[in-house]
Structures are given as structure tokens and as C-alpha cells.
């Protein structure tokens, strides 16, 4: 099972909005709607900031969305700040074969 | 407060074993499913394990199936995973991770990570 695709990089100026993406196959994206995205600053264990596809967890903030199409879902950042500089990587379940397989991960930059 | 400490790691030969704990405090540790998430240095995240609540369902990533085992001991609150036949690409902060599959959430609380070697 090959890693879900993401850009390397993304950046933006704050106040911004930028989407990353992560594209899967009809085996994991596209089957199921069961993709969460994780947010990591360096040296910190990752965070969940969107399970199921679009929902947020109690606590994060709502400038964050997501959404999904087809076999890529996707991560949007609204307005921008110098907090949102981490690495983000999305994660789809695949199946009881091969059960979850996370993202190529990206790296968010806050010009 | 949730809380998850790792615990285990450290520097082992190719080919040898080592056993990484995860004590689990701050919500009923066996009513969840648990995972074992990894991250080579400077490298991306990768699934490791899943482990239903009482522990009768477990899964593997191809990368670790047959070298390695979870386990969990609700009376302790704690999840493990020992690792024989190590290699140098096993190399690895190894974080335990609250899941909820049902949501698609692999983790929704982390650990700190335990960080293995492997190396001669």
C-alpha cells in the first residue's frame, strides 16, 4: 500500500487561505469517508485536527475544514497565522486488508 | 486529561528485540482501540498497529507483520508492542495513539514518542 500523496510544501501570507491536498485511490479515499488530518510542530507528537472528512474535534480551531472529492480530500486554512506553521499529513482508512496509510505529509509555511 | 506515556525505547543491535510500553491515564482504557503510530527521523508518520478494546482484533502494517506484537493489559491501563528481529529501517520515535476508527481517527490522543535505534 503506497503512501497517500501530498505537496511537499505550501505557504502563505497571514490572513490567507491555502488547501493542501492528499490524493488516494478507490481503495482508501475514495471508498471510505474516513479521512483525518494531523498537525505536527517539531519535536511534538501530531494532533488531530479533522477526523471523518470535514469534522472538527472539540478545541481546534474552525478556521480549519476539511472536504473530499472523488479520491482526494483536501485541508483548508483560513486566515492564515504563524501558529499553522507545522507539518500536516492526512490519513485514510484502506481496508481490513491494509487498515490505515497516512500521507506523504506537508509542510505549511507562514511567510 | 488524557495521558500517554511511552516508555522502552533506546539503542539495539540489528536483529534484536525490545519491548515499548504505553501507560494510558485519564479516560477508561478499555473501552478504546489503540494504535502504534512511527516516524523515522525526519521522515513522515506510518501505522504501525491497531488493537480493539478487548484486543481480540488486531492489525499490522506489512512492514512490521510477523516481527512484531501488540498487546494490551486492561487491568494495567497499558498497551505494548515488542519488536523482534529489528532492523535499521525499524529506527523510529514510536508513539501510542488513542484511536476511534469509527470516526477515521487513528489518534486522537498521542504519547510523547519513545524514540529506538537500531544500530550496531
Known amino acids: ?111 | 486529561e488524557v495521558q500517554l506515556v511511552e516508555s522502552g525505547g533506546g539503542l539495539v543491535q540489528p536483529g534484536g528485540s525490545l519491548r515499548l510500553s504505553c501507560a494510558a491515564s485519564g479516560f477508561t482504557f478499555s473501552s478504546y482501540e489503540m494504535n502504534w503510530v512511527r516516524q523515522a527521523p525526519g521522515k513522515g508518520l506510518e501505522w504501525v498497529s491497531y488493537i480493539s478494546s478487548s484486543g481480540s482484533t488486531i492489525y499490522y502494517a506489512d512492514s512490521v507483520k510477523g516481527r512484531f506484537t501488540i498487546s494490551r493489559d486492561n487491568a494495567k491501563n497499558s498497551l505494548y508492542l515488542q519488536m523482534n528481529s529489528l532492523r535499521a529501517e525499524d529506527t523510529a520515535v514510536y508513539y501510542c495513539a488513542r484511536a476511534e476508527s469509527d470516526r477515521g481517527a487513528v489518534g486522537v490522543d498521542w504519547g510523547q514518542g519513545t524514540l529506538v535505534t537500531v544500530s550496531s
Open chain 1, 1 to 111: 500500500q503506497s503512501a497517500l500523496t501530498q505537496p511537499a510544501s505550501v505557504s502563505g501570507s497571514p490572513g490567507q487561505s491555502i488547501t493542501i491536498s492528499c490524493t488516494g485511490t478507490s481503495s482508501d479515499v475514495g471508498s471510505y469517508n474516513l479521512v483525518s488530518w494531523y498537525q505536527q510542530h517539531p519535536g511534538k507528537a501530531p494532533k488531530l485536527m479533522i477526523y471523518e472528512g470535514s469534522k472538527r474535534p472539540s478545541g481546534v480551531s474552525n478556521r480549519f475544514s476539511g472536504s473530499k472529492s472523488g479520491n482526494t480530500a483536501s485541508l483548508t486554512i483560513s486566515g492564515l497565522q504563524a501558529e499553522d506553521e507545522a507539518d500536516y499529513y492526512c490519513c485514510s482508512y484502506a481496508g481490513s486488508s491494509t487498515f490505515y496509510v497516512f500521507g506523504t505529509g506537508t509542510k505549511v509555511t507562514v511567510l
